[in-house]
């Protein structure tokens, strides 16, 4: 099946520090890739549509300066965390659609903001 | 998408079927009923999915109703690694806001010994 790697798994901040999550789909290509938060016990949250070669879209409520999005190539986005606060300490998740309609997901990043 | 109903939870002994329910009966006919599962700090993982036949593959069977209000994930022999959040969810499959699918709270499955 395809997949989609997620990096880094974990990442520890100091807060006011920026942080990048890169999400790579490793053998298909992804036009669109969604990225997610999720809070302990919650279910996911999804934050923005990743576009290649066009802006993100973001969902209501969701700021868009800062949570960056860059969709450069069919097969890297990356989410960069800027400014973090310990608010925005969360679990980072990416996803990528497949054939069929099927969501393929990354593995998840961890962050914790100090 | 159309809404689904999932219970909360559900336990499961070691090496019997999990037999996990789905309420979707606002389902439209051209709607796929989709199956994923997220381990403990983990990303979610598709499992299956389908229209109006029951399919099977190396992970699950999905067992859909004639009238598609309601569909059944079926785990044939459980294991403790199966323990998760099982989440269903109902949408069109050529969607290109996939995505943007509501994964609800879903039913956390927990296998025992």
């Known amino acids: 099946g395809a997949v989609v790697s997620q990096h880094p798994s974990w990442v520890i901040c100091k807060s006011g520090t920026s942080v990048k999550i890169e999400c790579r789909s490793l053998?298909?290509?992804?036009?669109?890739m969604f990225w997610y938060r999720q809070f302990p016990k919650q279910s996911l949250m999804l934050m923005a549509t990743s576009n290649e070669g066009s802006k993100a879209t973001y969902e209501q409520g969701v700021e868009k300066d800062k949570f960056l999005i860059n969709h450069a190539s069919l097969t890297l986005s990356t989410l960069t965390v800027t400014s973090a606060h310990p608010e925005d300490s969360s679990f980072y998740i990416c996803?990528?659609?497949?054939?069929?309609?099927?969501?393929?997901f990354g593995s998840g990043t961890q962050l914790s903001v100090l | 998408d159309a809404k689904t109903t999932q219970p909360t939870s559900m336990d499961c002994a070691e090496g019997r079927a999990a037999n996990l329910p789905c309420n979707h009966s606002t389902i439209s006919g051209n709607e796929y009923v989709y199956w994923y599962r997220q381990i403990h700090s983990q990303g979610p993982q598709y499992i299956i999915h389908g229209l109006k036949n029951n399919e099977t593959n190396e992970m699950a069977s999905l067992i859909i109703t004639e009238d598609r209000k309601s569909s059944t994930l079926i785990l044939p022999h459980a294991t403790l690694r199966d323990t998760a959040v099982y989440y269903c969810?109902?949408?069109?499959?050529?969607?290109?806001?996939?995505?943007?699918?509501?994964f609800g709270d879903g039913t956390t499955l927990t296998v025992k010994p």
């Open positions: 996803s990528a659609p497949g054939s069929q309609g099927k969501l393929f």
């Open positions: 969810i109902v949408r069109y499959a050529h969607n290109t806001n996939a995505g943007k699918s509501t």
């Open positions: 053998d298909f290509q992804a036009t669109t």
